[in-house]
């Protein structure tokens, strides 16, 4: 493909003209060896007149015509915006839906504005499986109303989120025929194209795993941090012993033997470097309300070390075994990828066989390839 044709359908002059922008600037950073020829169009029936005389790759549409949300005072049909989503469904590929959800008094910016795109959402599937809905993140205060050049501000921090959204590239090239890999998450699904094949997942916590190893390649990133940010469940099986004794639910006896030697030496240092600090100043009758503040702390923390080696000491002597600190999250983890990678490879048996080999679990997961290979991917 040489070209993609886009339409923006906007009746908002500052918005129309700042979309069409944004997504002009995105093809020639994105798809550079594919010309963008963007077309503009200020209301419904100009958008319905060119949708019937050709076709387009892209449509950008905003849902509220005139601010036609249901509830909302400005009297406009709520329909006008769906009324161009239905003839589009037989003359354009993709469909993109931004839309300033955040104008509206009359919708609440939390609950109300979440329903008001969950209900969008149920009515673009049906004809565009798999759109793209971009909303603002923050709203649009009265004030900044009030003033055009905040609202062109405002306009423009709108249009940056989605320009930087992986999505919006993984679209352009799909439409350009760029066959790169891709691991995006988008309204719960996730989006993956390998070796020029595509298909769509359920989001799930493996899933989120494996992005996060696909966008650091040959990285290692332990088990606990994975679990931190995807919140594994628990393998079954592993509920846990129930203990209240921290120290010995995260003592593992060669690692805390070196660990707490070190911390007492550099602390001991410390206290010793603070001590004399303060012996000085306090001979020239300077000031040492910070330099005791601070060797108050390092005490404290003297303590701590030289506590928590009084009880390793003794659980050793106990002959007590000692238990893994991240057992739990290493297994959860790992039993989240496995899992994830089967999935994917039920419907694309390339990438399943590719991560197989590629990803190792353990305490430390990583995604290693034999070469080189670029992911897009939304973290």
């Known amino acids: 493909?040489?070209?993609?044709?886009?339409?923006?359908?906007?009746?908002?002059?500052?918005?129309?003209?700042?979309?069409?922008?944004?997504?002009?600037?995105?093809?020639?950073?994105?798809?550079?060896?594919?010309?963008?020829?963007?077309?503009?169009?200020?209301?419904?029936?100009?958008?319905?007149?060119?949708?019937?005389?050709?076709?387009?790759?892209?449509?950008?549409?905003?849902?509220?015509f005139g601010n036609a949300y249901p509830g909302m005072n400005s009297?406009?049909?709520?329909?006008?915006?769906?009324?161009?989503?239905k003839k589009a469904?037989?003359?354009?590929?993709?469909?993109?839906?931004?839309?300033?959800?955040?104008?509206?008094?009359?919708?609440?910016?939390t609950d109300g504005r979440e329903h008001v795109v969950l209900t969008l959402n149920l009515f673009l599937e049906r004809f565009f499986p798999g759109h793209h809905i971009?909303?603002?993140?923050?709203p649009l205060g009265p004030e900044t109303r009030q003033s055009p050049e905040g609202k062109h501000d405002w306009i423009g921090k709108v249009l940056a989120g989605l320009r930087d959204d992986p999505l919006l590239k993984y679209r352009l090239q799909?439409?350009?025929g760029v066959k790169g890999n891709a691991f995006c998450l988008q309204e719960g699904i996730w989006l993956i194209r390998y070796a020029g094949k595509e298909i769509r997942l359920p989001d799930s916590v493996g899933l989120g795993h494996l992005c996060r190893l696909l966008n650091q390649p040959g990285e290692d990133i332990h088990c606990a941090a994975l679990a931190a940010a995807g919140s594994s469940p628990a393998p079954d099986?592993?509920?846990?012993?129930?203990?209240?004794?921290?120290?010995?639910?995260?003592?593992?006896?060669?690692?805390?033997?070196?660990?707490s030697q070190t911390a007492l030496r550099n602390l001991r240092k410390r206290a010793g470097e603070l001590a004399e600090d303060i012996r000085e100043k306090r001979s020239v009758g300077q000031d040492t309300e910070e330099e005791i503040a601070e060797l108050e702390a390092v005490q404290k923390e003297l303590e701590?070390?030289?506590?928590?080696?009084?009880?390793?000491?003794?659980?050793?002597?106990?002959?007590?075994?000692?238990?893994?600190?991240?057992?739990?999250?290493?297994?959860a983890v790992s039993k989240a990828i496995r899992t994830s990678i089967k999935q994917?490879?039920?419907?694309?048996?390339?990438?399943?066989?590719?991560?197989?080999?590629?990803?190792?679990?353990?305490?430390?997961?990583?995604?290693?390839?034999?070469?080189?290979?670029?992911?897009?991917?939304?973290?």
Not at 9 to 16: G, I, T
Not at 244 to 251: K, P, R, V
Not at 347 to 375: D, K, M
Request: aromatic share 6%.
């Open 134 to 138: 971009y909303y603002p993140k923050v």
């Open 174 to 176: 799909r439409l350009a």
């Open 89 to 109: 469904a037989g003359h354009c590929r993709e469909l993109i839906v931004v839309t300033g959800i955040a104008y509206a008094d009359e919708i609440s910016f």
């Open 344 to 379: 994917i490879a039920e419907q694309h048996p390339e990438l399943g066989q590719h991560l197989t080999s590629a990803v190792n679990t353990g305490t430390h997961p990583v995604y290693r390839p034999s070469t080189p290979i670029e992911w897009q991917v939304n973290v």
């Open 75 to 85: 009297g406009g049909r709520a329909t006008d915006g769906r009324e161009i989503v």
């Open 1 to 64: 493909m040489n070209s993609i044709r886009i339409l923006v359908a906007e009746d908002d002059p500052d918005w129309r003209d700042a979309i069409a922008e944004m997504l002009e600037s995105a093809c020639r950073e994105f798809i550079p060896d594919v010309d963008a020829d963007v077309e503009r169009v200020m209301n419904v029936q100009d958008a319905l007149a060119r949708l019937k005389a050709q076709d387009f790759d892209l449509l950008a549409v905003d849902m509220d």
């Open 237 to 259: 099986g592993d509920a846990g012993t129930g203990r209240d004794d921290a120290l010995e639910d995260q003592f593992v006896p060669e690692v805390f033997e070196e660990t």
């Open 304 to 331: 701590h070390w030289q506590a928590s080696q009084r009880a390793a000491s003794r659980i050793s002597a106990g002959g007590r075994v000692m238990r893994d600190p991240h057992k739990r999250s290493r297994q």
